[in-house]
Nanobody, 115 residues
Framework: QVQLVESGGGLVQAGGSLRLSCTAS????????VGWHRQAPGKQRELVAA???????NYAESVKGRFTISRDNAENAVYLQMNSLKAEDTAVYYC?????????WGQGTQVTVSS
């Protein structure tokens, strides 16, 4: 069992930046894919960004050019750098680590962008 703890959320003005961190209780080396998802009030959870072990990344169209996902296997951590934040980025952000057969989720961190 791997525990994931997200941090770095908060309140920021539109146009500002935040960096989310997801720290795992164990090695993340074995996880094929690491990613960030978000869920806004009244909406379904959606993929924001994902990264494979190959380094290939995938971003939601709405965040391309503004968000950057990265992973540090040595630190057992995954990051999401969020720039040029918009009010519509307001949501709870979740870290997800997965293999071909199972996945782990963090508890989420709130990001609120004021316009």
């Amino acid at each position: 069992q791997v525990q994931l703890v997200e941090s770095g959320g908060g309140l920021v003005q539109a146009g500002g930046s935040l960096r989310l961190s997801c720290t795992a209780s164990g090695s993340i080396f074995r996880f094929n894919t690491v990613g960030w998802h978000r869920q806004a009030p009244g909406k379904q959870r959606e993929l924001v960004a994902a990264m494979a072990t190959s380094g290939r990344t995938n971003y939601a169209e709405s965040v391309k050019g503004r968000f950057t996902i990265s992973r540090d296997n040595a630190e057992n951590a995954v990051y999401l750098q969020m720039n040029s934040l918009k009010a519509e980025d307001t949501a709870v952000y979740y870290c997800r680590l997965s293999t071909a057969t199972y996945a782990y989720w963090g508890q989420g961190t709130q990001v609120t962008v004021s316009s």
